[in-house]
């Protein structure tokens, strides 16, 4: 059985095969895709299959797609294409005769009111109307949004416009791992799962980067219009701002709350703990 994933160049497709030879998957049934194959070569050393695929070039998909019977559909990261986009690659897999897409939704799509939760809505609409078995994993955030950060969290403390809404982070491996499970796995198709880890806060993010770090890290609440701006004066180009600034809205309101009974399930065991996520990142700063 074969197993293509998209975004391979990318962290969250690189995790997925990783955790598929992890698992045991031999690599030549696993076919790594992306743009940017050059950064592939490790993988493909490794005897994974490396093809060039690009969501807007169709001639591209039905190529490196030939022969896959399972596919990691990761999303996109060109904001307003993304429906066309991934059409295209769910249209180029079901002319390969893929068996099963497992495909990188945002929590809560149907209800969600983020700005990017209607491509996410286009694409899980995409996907009924193709007929191909499918997997949604409706992801909440990475931690890792939020350990990236670390050094500006050192040098002005951590600013948002989250209030004390809960945030049901997990580590991109994780959700990696559980996308592979997906693919792996016999028994996933037609499944929605509501993907997070055990929930917390902004003011209990700030205390385990304080415990972590050693420093007194505090959590500054703006609203949301300030906190756009503040991100827009901190060099972000105004419509990564916006996205970013909607999406402490709509944990503020509870949003990207899930229970983490399907990511264990997934995983077969408990999420790896926010702790363990800041002490990583901190040891890496070192
Ligand atoms: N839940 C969250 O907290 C969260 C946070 C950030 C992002 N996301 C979503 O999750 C996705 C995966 O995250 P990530 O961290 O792995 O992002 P990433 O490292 O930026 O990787 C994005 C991947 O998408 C591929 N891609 C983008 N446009 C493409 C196109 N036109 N054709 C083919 N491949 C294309 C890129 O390929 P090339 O580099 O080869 O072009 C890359 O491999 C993101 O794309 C985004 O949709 C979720």
Wanted: proline fraction near 4%; glycine fraction near 10%.
């Amino acid at each position: 059985m074969s197993i293509a994933v998209t975004g391979a160049t990318g962290h969250f497709g690189r995790l997925t095969v990783e955790a598929l030879l992890r698992r045991g998957v031999p690599a030549d049934q696993i076919i790594a895709t992306g743009r940017r194959i050059e950064t592939l070569g490790d993988l493909a050393g490794q005897g994974v299959s490396v093809r060039r695929a690009d969501y807007s070039d169709e001639a591209s998909l039905r190529q490196a797609l030939a022969g896959a019977d399972r596919l990691l559909l990761v999303s996109g990261t060109e904001v307003g294409q993304r429906i066309k986009q991934h059409t295209n690659v769910i249209t180029a897999a079901k002319a390969a005769g893929v068996q099963l897409i497992t495909y990188t939704s945002i929590v809560h799509a149907p209800t969600s009111t983020l700005l990017i939760g209607q491509e996410h809505r286009g694409t899980e609409k995409a996907l009924a109307d193709s007929g191909v078995p499918h997997v949604l994993l409706r992801n909440s955030w990475y931690i890792d949004n939020y350990t990236a950060q670390l050094p500006a969290y050192l040098q002005h403390g951590i600013v948002g416009a989250a209030a004390d809404g809960p945030i049901s982070g997990a580590t991109r491996a994780d959700y990696a791992e559980a996308a592979a499970a997906s693919l792996a796995e016999d028994g996933h198709g037609g499944a929605v799962y509501e993907v997070g880890g055990p929930a917390f806060t902004m003011a209990e993010l700030a205390e385990v980067v304080s415990a972590e770090t050693g420093a007194s890290i505090k959590y500054t609440d703006l609203s949301v219009q300030d906190y756009q701006a503040f991100l827009v004066r901190a060099g972000l180009p105004e419509p990564i701002a916006a996205s970013i600034a909607d999406g402490d809205r709509a944990v503020a309101e509870g949003e990207l709350y899930v229970d983490p009974a399907d990511l264990v399930k997934l995983l077969g065991r408990p999420a790896s703990p926010l702790r363990a996520a800041v002490a990583a990142a901190v040891r890496d700063l070192r």
